[in-house]
């Protein structure tokens, strides 16, 4: 029932396609009624709820698909690649983007933690997955449906708007994506940490040794770490960050070779091959078929 009250908020904000926001800071709701095929992007720690339709995203060498029984968690920045190909005019994408606050989300991660009575994840467990494709589960669905009615009243939005994101985040950290976002958000975050320094500084030549000094793991614990939440190794994570970002600035408009140059890539045939292998396209021709 809450679930269905969700999906009419949305229906009757939200009239035409696009993303749009809200009176609270990082929640917009979206509509896509055409279809449209992968392409790639970058994903913030942020949680993606659908209420109608599906929506397809490529991860771990396979195609993952989620809809209104599971919404996506993403706990650390991802080079993904995410489509909407069964969208139409008489069934659209209809949903809800949050952003998630990394300072919010680690102060109630670590005072979970430091209450709970039993250590959630054994020592020398594998790390969990920076994408986890979570279900509705009963403090959630309130949750979205608690945060959405607030836009009924400015006066509510700006004195509640906080607290009930908070109970939401509260709602994640306890739910099924509870333990990737502990991992990426609590007392021992490397990992995230790694990759958002990796992020913010693209056009800089950074190494393994870099990452693992700066959190403080050895080189071979750090790339196993890295590799169990990403399901790429550190170098390969790199690359295809660095070109879903070039490729993002290039259907935005950029010059090819201004692109290239922006994620740190210092040669231009250098970049072409490797876009290339990945979109099995050149730059010129994605920029040609891409263009936003």
Not at 118 to 143: C, M, Y
Not at 201 to 211: F, K, V
Request: proline residues 4%.
């Amino acid at each position: 029932m809450s679930k269905e009250k969700i999906k009419q908020i949305i229906e009757d904000r939200v009239q035409e396609d696009g993303v749009f926001e809200t009176g609270l800071s990082g929640v917009q709701l979206f509509r896509v009624s055409e279809p449209l095929e992968c392409t790639p992007g970058i994903y913030e720690p942020s949680i993606a709820i659908i209420v109608s339709g599906s929506k397809e995203f490529f991860f771990d060498g396979k195609m993952h698909s989620y809809n209104s029984d599971n919404y996506m968690c993403c706990t650390v920045t991802m080079p993904l690649q995410a489509g909407t190909p069964n969208a139409r005019p008489e069934n659209p994408l209809l949903g809800v983007y949050i952003s998630l606050d990394s300072r919010i989300m680690t102060e109630l991660a670590i005072e979970i933690d430091s209450v709970a009575a039993v250590k959630r994840t054994q020592k020398g467990a594998p790390e969990p997955h920076g994408i986890t494709l979570a279900n509705w589960d009963a403090s959630f669905t309130d949750a979205v449906l608690r945060l959405l009615e607030l836009e009924d009243s400015p006066i509510a939005t700006a004195a509640l708007g906080a607290g009930r994101l908070k109970e939401l985040y509260f709602a994640i950290l306890e739910g099924d994506a509870g333990e990737s976002a502990r991992q990426a958000f609590g007392a021992g975050n490397g990992i995230a940490r790694a990759i958002e320094y990796m992020s913010s500084n693209l056009d800089q030549s950074i190494t393994i040794d870099d990452m693992a000094a700066r959190v403080g793991m050895s080189k071979t614990v750090f790339h196993r770490k890295f590799k169990e939440a990403t399901t790429m190794s550190p170098i390969q994570f790199s690359k295809l960050t660095r070109l879903n970002n070039a490729a993002m600035k290039i259907a935005s408009g950029a010059n090819v070779t201004e692109a290239a140059m922006q994620v740190g890539y210092v040669s231009s045939s250098q970049f072409s091959r490797e876009f290339k292998r990945q979109y099995g396209q050149s730059p010129k021709q994605w920029s040609n078929t891409n263009l936003l």
